[in-house]
Each structure stands twice: as structure tokens, then as C-alpha cells.
């Protein structure tokens, strides 16, 4: 599924029954519009019978679900801040999960956040009674018994016709805004209650509106003839209100006098943060005397611009919305309760485990204690271990362990000696055998704890041998030596390893029994082979870290071969954008674009449209901005926050048809005629209407999703085959593919186009 029109999201917690009925109704009352919806379900106890009734549901019965687990903490609003970080559409409808809407409730929401883009409003609707009588259109701001909000109607809500009013606040079984206007509810509410006034006022806090939208109407089972499966606790709705109030600069001393909370008490409840202290949403959690934990924490909080936390300081630490957290020395319980979503980066953390633990059997046991939401495999081996271990829900990232940034390729001697490079004890058993070895081949050797010892070898060796070869060292262990080897350009032997040839097929290898002059010949094929290549360096890791946390990396490109263009340098800064230029020029210099040579391979022009057209076989992000090379970048100008869909254009200034472009391109000689009249002709007998529309190819920004992938190959097959004037066969593909795109204004990004050199 493309991106999805509307996101309707629910929390739930021990109610199947409930998620049934209100799914189930979305499917047969609304079934026409659920085609363009997903639907996302939180589960606030995912191990419970009804949480695996729930999930086996929703994934199995319903199309375009998803389930997502979130037992961190209990209550409403940390699950319903879920709901909005899985969501992919660009709106959001959030609603209990004992909730039903009246038909047309939903076609009517998706047509009122197409007809108002800018709409940065709370919306919600009217409650029904279970009869379909109008309950109430709002609350008004009064103190009841248990709450700060007593309902009342507004003779504006009765008709479903009408327009929109503001209201104060209304009841959080349904309310509706886009995701990227979500304000969220503070990290530190618990249980139930509070949760209206609190997210209703930031929004207003933040320059928006609370609306009641007629037809949004909305009914809500509040009988319970067995009781509510989960606890309300009156502490955690004072202690809700009095966050809250806090945070949003209100004075709490009411709420105090309501709750007739005794003085005693009520600076236990008022303890959080002031409200002008900002929770982080990173922290990196390592003990940098670990060197594993020196190069990848460093890195990352530096790059995320966050402190590297050492274990003995997260029970002081603020609560963080993410926490990653590198090898071991914490407490899963306190840490567990610091964050909404936990990323475990373990590492070696097994290194002194030196019983033969089955691999499966000890990440199954680091889950059962740590309970992580994500975790990082090393190796592909890893990754399938660690895949089988865990529970379904939990993400497992391939992150392979970057080299030593202290490396040079120059490092590598063909006459210098053989190295290992970390402590001896993990070779101490066969010593002798490497020594003597070495002297057959007639090498020394060296072992130094240092990444040192590799400058100046002709080879290095990654072995571990007994007791340190476990089941859990073979399938797991990060292959630190062979990225090291790598980046100073060495050829490498390993023993026989899982997690080593899984991300080194051709490695040269030894069984851990290896004798003398069986190492000795693996050696010697080693030194007349290839060296390790294409080391994983610090720009690798940040790379995939980035994509795990989900900060989307924007990359602008352009491809100049042939002379055609010159590079033009952008205007303005763009922080957090990578520029990469293509081209077959070796002397082109430039101090913003990355300059990627390439070997000319026959016409020029094609050359440059392939990388135009291909931009996901020949970049690794989430978003690409290409520009011809004539266009002179200003900046983006919100273009990236303004893509809704996966793909944006701007639209021709001159022409809206395919058959007039032709016309154009044969008059002033750009592309072949022959090329261009038998595409036009293919064109018209399948059916292509005239003045169906024209685009500009100088200029396309796209995110990389299936979608847009299946569009390049669609355009690029036809570019290939029919004729080679792009701008042609870009409506074409558009129509026979369906794809959803937008038309961006002249000045969305900025910039200027110039004039081609030839």
C-alpha cells in the first residue's frame, strides 16, 4: 500500500472485544474509504490472552493493519503518542478502541484535511448516545467529581451539515489532527485521566484550535458489566493534571484544592520537572571504557548532539522519548523505565560467557530481562540468531561494527610482518602453531592490544580460539579485526566463524583445530590474493543509525557528464543535506558536492538520465532532490516538510500535452524524430489523452519507497525503449502506473535554471 490518506489509530488494553467491533465496523460501514486507511492498534499488554488475540486479528483478518506492542508504561497517553510515531498517513484519527462512527464520518475527515492543507487544528465531533441521540458537542470548563470538564451541547453540533466551531475541550475517545501537528502528551503521565485539558491547551499553546466538527459524530461504550480490565488509580490522574498544569505553565493549586490533596503529599505529586525544562529525545547509554562502546557511542552522540550516559547515571537522568544503549552494565529495570523506546546494541556483551550457551536460548534470556523494543545484529549470521530468539514484534538491524577511525589505507606492507591485533588470551591455545607458521612462510609475527600493531603488515589474523570459540562468539561476535583489516587495506585469515563469512563470503579461513602448515597455506594463498575491501567506516554506522531512528536523510544530486553543464554551488546552507554529484569529469572540484567519478560508457546524455532516472540503485536514503545541471539550488523552502506523497514535479510553464512536446522536440532538433514520432504514435493507439498534462524532469524530489522504485523501472524501460526525450514519457508512466504525486510551486525549492553549455 502507498501511502495511506488517513492513519486511524487505537490503544487498547485487555479488550479484544472492543478492538473487534470497532474494526470491524470501520471495514463494513466505511469499506470503500478503508481501501486508502490503515489502521494501527497499540497494545498497552501485548502478552496477555486478549493482547495475542488481538495481534493474531489484526495482522491475519485485517487489510492494511498493523499491531505494535507498548508495555513501557500504562496508560492512554504514552500508547496514543505510539499510535502517531507508527502512523504513515499524513492525518490521523485517533479513537478508542470502543468506539463507532456514524457512515461518512470518515470520508468527510479525509475531505476536509485535503480541502484545508494548512490545518494545524485538533478536530473532534460530537458524542451520540447509544440510541444515535446527540450527547454532548463539548465540555465545558467546570470541575466535576473526578475530572476538570463537564459535557454540555452546543446548538451548532445538532446539525451534521454544519461547519466547525471551537469549543474548550471535548472527551479523548476520538479527536483527530496530522501527524506532523501532533504536539504530544508529556512523557511523564501515567494510568488514566488528565488527558483532555492537557493536550486540548498546548494545542492552543501551540497557535491552533480545538474544533468540534459536526459530522464527525462518534458513539462510545462506556458500560462495563465485568468492570475495566486495568486499574484507575486516582494518584495517577492527580499527578496527570498536576504534570501537566506544570508544563503548561498553569497555575496546579486548584487542582490540589479539588482532590483535596493534604500538604503533605502534594510535593511528592508536584516533583516533576518545571515546565520550561525540556525532555531530550536521544540519549546514548555506554561505559566509554569499553572500546566497542568509545567508537559507536561517541559517534552517534555526537552526530545526535546528546550526552553518552554511563550506566551508574540513568537513575538521575531525565526520561528520554529513545535510548540507545550500548553493551551492558545497566539496570533493565530503571532503564526500562527512562524511555518509550528502547534500541539494544549489545555488542560483545557475551565476551566472558565462556560456557557454551546456545545462541537462540541467550538472546531469548537478554529479552526476557531487558525487554528492548529493537535490537542490533553484527553480522547476517547474527541477525538470523537473534531473529529466531526474539518475539515477532521486535526489530532486528543489521549494523556490522565500523573500523577504527585511526586507520589509514596506506597501513599495509607486502614484506612486513603478520599481525593480531587484540588480547592474546583469545589465542593463547595455539600460539605455537601461529608462530611456527609464521616461520614456514618466513614472516614474524606480532600481537599488540592496539590497532597499531596493523601498520606495516602484509597480513592479519582474526582468530579465537578455545576456550573463547563458543556457539554464541561464532554466530555473534562482532568482526571488529576484519573492518579493521579492511581499512588498512590487509588481506585477513579467520577461523572458520559464522558471523566472519557471513559478512565476508571469500574470507580465507582455518577450523579452529588447524595445524601448522594447513595455516601456513591459507596464509600464503592469502598474501598473493586481494586484500579485504570496502572497509564499514563511522559514515556507515551513522548512516544506518539514522535510518533506525527513523531521521529521514536527504540527499540532492545531479549528474554532469560530457561537458554539458557546469556545477553549480548552492546558494544557501542546508544543514543535514548531502550533495552528491555524478559525472566523468575527474578534475571537477567542488567544496559542497560530493564528487563521484565515473568511467564514460558511451553516450553521455543517456549516461547522466540513468543516474536522473535510477535514483535508487545509485543512492542509499529516504529522500532525493535531483536537479539538472543547469539549475543553480537557492534552497529547499520547505520543500521536504511539503512532500505528502512520494513523489513531487513541477509543472511545465508552456505545455500540458505529451503531442505538443513532441511537435516542440522535432522543431528544435532535441532527440532523435524517428524516436520520437513512433513513441507518439504507441503513445496515442494505447490510448494516452492530449492535454493530460506536462512536467518538468529538471527538478524531481522523491521519497525511496516501493512505489517509487517501481516508477523509476517503468520510466527507465521507456526512456530506453521508445524515445529518449524524458519529459515525454514522464506522463505517460504516471497515468499507466496510478502514482500518486504533487505539483509544487515555481518557487518550492528555490532556485534558478540557466542555459546548457552545448
Avoid at 491 to 496: A, G, L, R
Avoid at 644 to 657: F, I, M, W
Avoid at 676 to 696: C, F, M, N, Q, T
Wanted: aromatic share 10%.
Amino acid at each position: 500500500m502507498s501511502k495511506p490518506l488517513l492513519t486511524i489509530g487505537m490503544a487498547t488494553l485487555d479488550d479484544f472485544d472492543g478492538v473487534y467491533f470497532t474494526v470491524t465496523s470501520l471495514m463494513l460501514h466505511h469499506a470503500k474509504i478503508m481501501r486508502d486507511c490503515e489502521i494501527v492498534v497499540v497494545d498497552n499488554n501485548p502478552y496477555s490472552k486478549h493482547g495475542k488475540l488481538v495481534k493474531d486479528w489484526i495482522l491475519k483478518r485485517v487489510p492494511n493493519g498493523s499491531y505494535f506492542p507498548y508495555d513501557a508504561s500504562t496508560g492512554t497517553a504514552q500508547s496514543r503518542n505510539e499510535v502517531f510515531r507508527h502512523a504513515r498517513g499524513e492525518s490521523v484519527l485517533c479513537i478508542d478502541c470502543h468506539v463507532l462512527l456514524v457512515p461518512g464520518a470518515i470520508q468527510k475527515l479525509i475531505d476536509y484535511f485535503q480541502k484545508n492543507p494548512e490545518c494545524r487544528d485538533l478536530l473532534s465531533g460530537p458524542l451520540l448516545s447509544d440510541c444515535g441521540v446527540l450527547a454532548a458537542t463539548h465540555q465545558r470548563p467546570q470541575w466535576s467529581n473526578g475530572a476538570w470538564g463537564v459535557w454540555s451541547v452546543d446548538e451548532r453540533g445538532r446539525d451534521p451539515e454544519g461547519e466547525p466551531f471551537e469549543i474548550w475541550q471535548q472527551g479523548m475517545g476520538l479527536f483527530s489532527c496530522r501527524k506532523d501537528a501532533w504536539v504530544g502528551f508529556h512523557p511523564e503521565f501515567r494510568g488514566f485521566g488528565g488527558c483532555e485539558t492537557y493536550i486540548m491547551e498546548k494545542f492552543r499553546k501551540n497557535g491552533s484550535r480545538v474544533l468540534c466538527c459536526p459530522w464527525l459524530r462518534w458513539t462510545h461504550r462506556f458500560q462495563r458489566p465485568e468492570g475495566v480490565p486495568y486499574r484507575v488509580k486516582y494518584e495517577d490522574r492527580i499527578r496527570n493534571y498536576i504534570v501537566g498544569f506544570q508544563d503548561l505553565g498553569l497555575d496546579a493549586e486548584p487542582v490540589l484544592k479539588h482532590f483535596k490533596v493534604p500538604q503533605d503529599r502534594s510535593v511528592g505529586l508536584t516533583s516533576s520537572k518545571p515546565a520550561s525544562e525540556k525532555t531530550e529525545n536521544f540519549a546514548v547509554v555506554g561505559d566509554s571504557a569499553f572500546g566497542g562502546v568509545e567508537m559507536r557511542g561517541r559517534v552517534l552522540s555526537n552526530y545526535l548532539s546528546c550526552k553518552l550516559v554511563t550506566p551508574k547515571q540513568i537513575q538521575r537522568m531525565a526520561r528520554r522519548k529513545t535510548i540507545i544503549t550500548i553493551k551492558d552494565g545497566f539496570c533493565p529495570t530503571t532503564i526500562r523505565e527512562k524511555c518509550d523506546r528502547l534500541i539494544y546494541d549489545p555488542l560483545d556483551v557475551f565476551c566472558s560467557t565462556s560456557t557454551d550457551v546456545a545462541p537462540v536460548d541467550y538472546w531469548q534470556s537478554q529479552f526476557q530481562k531487558i525487554k528492548f523494543d529493537e535490537l542490533i545484529a553484527t553480522s547476517p549470521a547474527c541477525h538470523e540468531v537473534m531473529r529466531e530468539a526474539v518475539p515477532d514484534h521486535v526489530c532486528v538491524h543489521l549494523v556490522p561494527h565500523q573500523c577504527d577511525s585511526r586507520i589509514e589505507k596506506n597501513w599495509h606492507n607486502p614484506d612486513g610482518p603478520i599481525v593480531y591485533s587484540g588480547l592474546k588470551c583469545f589465542i593463547e591455545s595455539g600460539l605455537d602453531r601461529i608462530q611456527n607458521a609464521c616461520r614456514i612462510i618466513g614472516k614474524k609475527f606480532l600481537i599488540g592490544d592496539s590497532c597499531d600493531v596493523l601498520k606495516g603488515a602484509s597480513l592479519a589474523l582474526a582468530l579465537r580460539l578455545p576456550p573463547f570459540n563458543t556457539a554464541l562468539n561464532r554466530y555473534c561476535k562482532p568482526q571488529i579485526k576484519l573492518a579493521n583489516a579492511a581499512a588498512a587495506g590487509l588481506p585477513v585469515v579467520s577461523t572458520e566463524c559464522p558471523a566472519a563469512t557471513s559478512l565476508y563470503p571469500e574470507l580465507p579461513t582455518v577450523p579452529v583445530n588447524f595445524t601448522v602448515s594447513g595455516l601456513a597455506d591459507v596464509m600464503q594463498r592469502a598474501l598473493e590474493g586481494p586484500g579485504l575491501t570496502n572497509p564499514y567506516g563511522n559514515g556507515h554506522y551513522i548512516k544506518a543509525m539514522d535510518r533506525i531512528i527513523h531521521r529521514e536523510t536527504v540527499v540532492v544530486y545531479t549528474a554532469i557528464f560530457g561537458g554539458y553543464d557546469s556545477l553549480k554551488e548552492p546558494r544557501d546552507q542546508m544543514p543535514g543535506v548531502k550533495f552528491v554529484c555524478f559525472t566523468d569529469n575527474p578534475r571537477l572540484k567542488s567544496k559542497v558536492w560530493n564528487i563521484h567519478y565515473c568511467r564514460p560508457t558511451g553516450d553521455p546524455l543517456m549516461q547522466a538520465k540513468s543516474f536522473k532516472i535510477l535514483a535508487h540503485e545509485v543512492l542509499d536514503c529516504d529522500i532525493s532532490l535531483w536537479i539538472d545541471g543547469r539549475v543553480e539550488l537557492h534552497n529547499l523552502n520547505g520543500a521536504i516538510n511539503q512532500l505528502s506523497t512520494d513523489l513531487a514535479l513541477h509543472r511545465h510553464e508552456q505545455r500540458n500535452c505529451i503531442y505538443q512536446e513532441a511537435s516542440h522536440c522535432i522543431t528544435v532538433k532535441r532527440g532523435d524524430p524517428r524516436q520520437i514520432e513512433d513513441a507518439i504514435a504507441r503513445y496515442k493507439s494505447e490510448g494516452h489523452p492530449p492535454h493530460y498534462g506536462l512536467w518538468r524532469g529538471g527538478v524531481i524530489l522523491r521519497r525511496h519507497s516501493p512505489c517509487t522504485t517501481a516508477f523509476n523501472r517503468e520510466w527507465w524501460r521507456e526512456v530506453s525503449v521508445g524515445t529518449t526525450r524524458d519529459q515525454i514519457v514522464l506522463p505517460v508512466v504516471l497515468r499507466r502506473l496510478g502514482i500518486p504525486f504533487e505539483t509544487f510551486t515555481k518557487d518550492v525549492p528555490l532556485h534558478r535554471i540557466g542555459n546548457h553549455l552545448k
